[in-house]
């Protein structure tokens, strides 16, 4: 599975952002996708993921403020980030694989795309 996101950028704090990630190739083995994001010197953590059937895990930080979607039609899942924090400046990756809840081996990712909130 091949992953494309697009959508990062600068926003000023309290501002919005929406991320897209296009899957294309074995689209059949994804059963879930996802947004994870990693921020200087932290790890890669969950930001929001939804499987298929429409059931969605969100990162307490992000409830409320970010709302993941998913287009089966266009292969194509969305990040509307909402109230954004610099809190939120990371490098935001898109997953694809099976588990809303782990990642795993066989999981696949799209390259980063930057978002930076300023103060």
């Known amino acids: 599975v091949q992953l494309q996101a697009s959508g990062g950028g600068l926003v000023q704090a309290g501002g919005s952002l929406n991320l897209s990630c296009e899957a294309s190739?074995?689209?059949?083995?994804?059963?879930?996708m996802g947004w994870y994001r990693q921020a200087t010197g932290k790890q890669r953590e969950l930001v929001a993921a939804i499987t298929s059937g429409g059931r969605i895990n969100y990162a307490n930080s992000v409830k409320g403020r970010f709302t993941i979607s998913r287009d089966a039609a266009k292969n194509t899942v969305y990040l509307q980030m909402n109230s954004l924090t610099p809190e939120d400046t990371a490098v935001y990756y898109c997953k694809g694989g099976f588990s809303i809840w782990v990642t795993t081996d066989s999981d696949s990712w799209g390259q980063g795309t930057l978002v930076t909130v300023s103060s």
């Open positions: 190739g074995d689209i059949l083995s994804v059963n879930a």
